[in-house]
């Protein structure tokens, strides 16, 4: 996990890490070497592994490669997030954010290119630390991450080239708080409707920050976001297609959109509004077909053209809301605003505790960096007493702390098991089948499912 107690970088990190001097003045290129990882890493497996990655703010790009969503600037805001003092606010705004975009030049693999879109804002050297410190969350680039993949490769890792070179690693948000609150829209909804309501949050994010809202400006708020209808998803399972992989099945769906809007956008008539940003549900640039290679080339390594950007108000895309924001409004406002229904309420209460100390994410993130049977325990016991809260949430948050050794399980995985394993599960027998078909990978069940 992250040593989030390392809040500056030491000298020897300072050596390894780089910045490319770019010809364009609105991109700042880190450089983000990938050590003892750059053996086996490959961004688009990482990226792809969870369906973490097709949660908004993410918006992955399977035509270049790259990964690109908002970050913070300041590492003063993760901490603040991290260990909240109601009596002070942080040292700069929750919203302060830039567009950043993620990719592994084909020329020079062993190194990922952090391009961030500064726009007139220089990078401090604080501001180039806080976005590498969400990049590496994100990828599990720790010292621990590292070891905890190549003890999976070395163990269970396979030579067959068609089967691919084992992973071991798990995408995840940039921050905790963000990973639980994607693991309360996971509950009891179909995944369209999960992406739809991560949308409509970080829709939400970018509105409060455009319009400059206060608590008494919320009942002019317009919620925007159209519901989609829930439907119990064992009452799907029987009339389900064939499971695809997740890199796969999403490149194919935005490639057939990105054809689309390559013909019918015109980017001088894109606002930049919340609004238009949504209405493609496309996790791409919406450019034209022709000028993308030149653009946004995998193999140059260079970032999209700024301005491809600012037309289409992709510098203004918003980010996923920190408690400091989420803490200013009222729970129906909230679950009428994003169509959460009841996970609005569980999401303001999980706010509530962080604002009031009972929930420490620092102490949280500290008491993860130890693996073990002790400490995930500890961990358990202490997210359980969240309200919504339940084994399966549980288990995703452990999952994305470090810990692999327990499956959530929920109707997905019935299908998962019939398809895969050819064994009609039910709902109440779905976790004994899932720990006799895994246990042999144990403590990596987890990135074995």
């Given amino acids: 996990m992250l040593n989030i107690e390392k809040y500056k970088m030491t000298e020897e990190k300072k050596q390894r890490r780089g910045r490319v001097e770019s010809d364009r003045p609105e991109w700042v290129t880190l450089v983000l070497p990938l050590g003892e990882a750059a053996e086996r890493f490959d961004l688009v497996r990482v990226v792809c592994s969870h369906g973490l990655f097709m949660m908004a703010p993410n918006r992955w790009d399977p035509i270049s490669k790259t990964l690109l969503r908002p970050l913070r600037l300041n590492l003063n805001s993760l901490r603040h997030e991290w260990e909240w003092d109601p009596s002070e606010e942080p040292a700069s705004s929750a919203s302060d954010s830039v567009m950043v975009r993620v990719s592994q030049p084909q020329d020079c693999p062993q190194y990922l290119h952090v391009h961030v879109y500064s726009g007139t804002r220089s990078l401090t050297p604080e501001n180039e630390e806080a976005i590498l410190t969400q990049v590496s969350r994100m990828l599990r680039l720790s010292e621990n991450d590292e070891k905890i993949s190549r003890e999976f490769r070395e163990l269970y890792g396979s030579d067959d080239e068609e089967e691919g070179s084992v992973i071991g690693r798990v995408f995840r948000s940039p921050t905790l708080f963000e990973d639980m609150v994607k693991c309360i829209l996971l509950c009891n909804c179909q995944w369209p409707r999960t992406l739809s309501m991560a949308e409509a949050l970080c829709d939400l994010q970018l509105e409060l920050q455009l319009k400059s809202l206060v608590p008494d400006k919320i009942e002019h708020f317009i919620p925007e976001t159209p519901a989609l209808k829930e439907v119990e998803p064992r009452k799907k399972l029987q009339k389900s297609k064939a499971s695809k992989c997740l890199a796969s099945h999403f490149s194919g769906e935005i490639k057939q959109g990105f054809d689309v809007l390559s013909n019918d956008i015109v980017l001088d008539k894109v606002q930049p509004t919340a609004q238009n940003l949504r209405a493609s549900t496309l996790h791409s640039v919406p450019i034209k077909a022709d000028s993308w290679e030149e ?22 895309f918003g980010n996923f809301p920190t408690p400091t924001e989420l803490a200013k409004l009222d729970k129906n406002f909230l679950a009428k605003r994003c169509k959460l229904g009841y996970r609005a309420g569980r999401i303001v209460k999980l706010v509530q505790g962080i604002v009031e100390g009972r929930i420490q994410l620092r102490q949280l993130e500290e008491t993860c960096m130890e693996r073990s049977l002790c400490s995930y325990d500890k961990l358990a016991e202490q997210l359980k007493q969240i309200d919504g809260f339940g084994p399966f949430t549980c288990a995703n948050v452990l999952m994305c702390m470090g810990f692999y050794h327990v499956i959530p399980t929920d109707s997905e995985t019935i299908r ?25 990978y144990a403590p990596f069940q987890y990135l074995a499912y």
């Fill in 295 to 316: 653009h946004c080339s995998a193999d140059s390594g260079l970032p999209c053209d700024p301005h491809l950007f600012t037309d289409t108000g992709f510098d203004r």
């Fill in 416 to 440: 998962h098991l019939a398809q895969v394993h050819a064994i009609q599960s039910t709902i109440r027998t779905m976790v004994t089948d899932v720990q006799k078909i895994y246990a042999k």
